[in-house]
């Protein structure tokens, strides 16, 4: 007599399921997405005196709000990791081998640098950098 | 009595359908003798009620039989002859010479993402390789409540009613740019004949099935961009069955 073995005799998977955290991850910051990006459009290019408006003081100005240093700070790592992480699934789709663990290993420095330089610059952000007349800050840097 | 039939005005002679001449571009390709496929051009006579399979009917009876193609029925419920045509993934037996511009010559080629074995012809083999994973067979090992039969309501049997409709042609699964890049893929029509038993309330099989597409080349290499749904010769919503079985995997349950 012949045995069948019994279906689904495969090893169960250990660990974390990449694929799947990584796809819920692109749908969910996605969305959120959406309303950064169009939130932080709206109001540097569009509101008040629309683009004519951004210069150093303007940027000097939102970022010594804490509600805009959160925003783009969200923006920041939500954007940056999604648009690595698609990256990523080209990379596996269309190298392989070597040159995969290249790429790949190439888009995972690049994207811990950016996301180390974004965040120091958002949090560290000093105003008052340089020469303050150029920046037409001078009153409130002699202020402090 | 007889002279009633005899008065009447004879019928005018039926105009003679309009016959017209088709250009067929055909990717031919023979292991023995090329290295490369190269593609070859027929000029058939067709009338507006002839298919793409009558056209390669014709030039394999009356022009050249070395044509090799796969077909079986010719109307469109064996799934043998799926090809591209015009750079679509088709059943050459239910696409219509007159539904295309016969102004311009028709290509014809294999489908892709499969290894060519000649002409029109590939091997199928890994894709029902990957079919086979996915156990499409009834996974019951319980006894039916009070009976003999798994009673089953109309509603549950529409719940995967459209995934039923799948003749294993792999148009859409050679039409899946995602399947292209390394045939990895499961491909879309394992996907639907597995959604076909996932949402089956009769079947106890499903956790096992979910868990084999929730793998590294499962459900989540999808990138949604409804080749498969275009291409499926059944209208099989096809991207649609697809996103259930990814919210199944998420929920952890049909």
């Given at each position: 007599m012949t045995t069948v073995p019994l279906p689904n005799t495969r090893p169960a998977r250990r660990g974390v399921n990449w694929e799947k955290w990584g796809w819920l991850y692109m749908r969910v910051s996605g969305v959120l997405l959406v309303v950064l990006i169009f939130g932080h459009l709206l109001v540097n290019?569009?509101?008040?005196?629309?683009?004519?408006?951004?210069?150093f003081a303007f940027v000097a100005g939102k970022l010594a709000d804490p509600f805009w240093i959160v925003w783009d700070l969200l923006l920041l790592w939500l954007a940056l990791i999604h648009g690595s992480n698609g990256m990523r699934t080209l990379v596996n789709d269309y190298a392989h081998g070597r040159l995969r663990k290249v790429l790949l290993g190439a888009l995972l420095v690049s994207t811990i640098v950016l996301l180390v330089l974004g965040t120091l610059v958002l949090t560290?952000?000093?105003?008052?950098?340089?020469?303050?007349a150029s920046t037409g800050l001078q009153e409130l840097c002699e202020a402090q | 009595m007889a002279s009633a039939t005899a008065e009447?005005?004879?019928?005018?002679?039926?105009?003679?359908i309009q016959s017209f001449t088709v250009t067929l571009i055909i990717r031919r390709f023979d292991p023995e003798t090329m290295d490369e496929p190269i593609w070859q051009d027929f000029d058939v006579d067709m009338f507006p009620t002839d298919r793409v399979l009558d056209a390669l009917h014709k030039i394999k009876w009356e022009?050249?039989?070395?044509?090799t193609f796969r077909r079986s029925c010719?109307?469109?419920?064996?799934?043998?002859?799926a090809m591209r045509i015009n750079g679509r993934n088709r059943l050459a037996c239910k696409?219509?010479?007159?539904?295309?511009?016969?102004?311009q010559p028709i290509y014809v080629e294999a489908i892709k993402g499969l290894p060519l074995e000649k002409d029109l012809i590939v091997d199928m083999e890994p894709f029902f390789e990957s079919y086979r994973q996915i156990q499409p067979f009834l996974i019951a090992d319980s006894k039916p409540k009070g009976g003999k039969e798994r009673i089953q309501s109309v509603a549950q049997r529409e719940r995967f009613d459209d995934t039923?409709?799948?003749?294993?042609?792999?148009a859409c699964t050679s039409s899946c740019p995602v399947f292209w890049t390394d045939g990895q893929y499961f491909g879309p029509a394992a996907i639907v004949n597995a959604h076909r038993f996932i949402?089956?309330?009769?079947?106890?099989g499903s956790q096992v099935r979910l868990d084999i597409l929730n793998d590294?080349?499962?459900?989540?290499?999808?990138?949604?961009?409804f080749n498969c749904s275009e291409a499926c010769p059944r209208g099989i919503e096809v991207t649609k069955a697809i996103a259930e079985v990814k919210q199944a995997v998420l929920r952890g349950k049909a």
């Open positions: 290019l569009f509101l008040g005196e629309g683009v004519k408006a951004i210069d560290t952000f000093d105003p008052c950098i340089g020469d303050p | 009447a005005p004879a019928p005018a002679p039926e105009a003679p022009q050249d039989g070395t044509l010719a109307h469109g419920i064996c799934g043998s002859d696409t219509l010479i007159k539904d295309l511009d016969i102004s039923t409709k799948c003749i294993l042609c792999a949402f089956d309330s009769r079947d106890e590294k080349e499962g459900v989540w290499r999808c990138r949604t961009t």
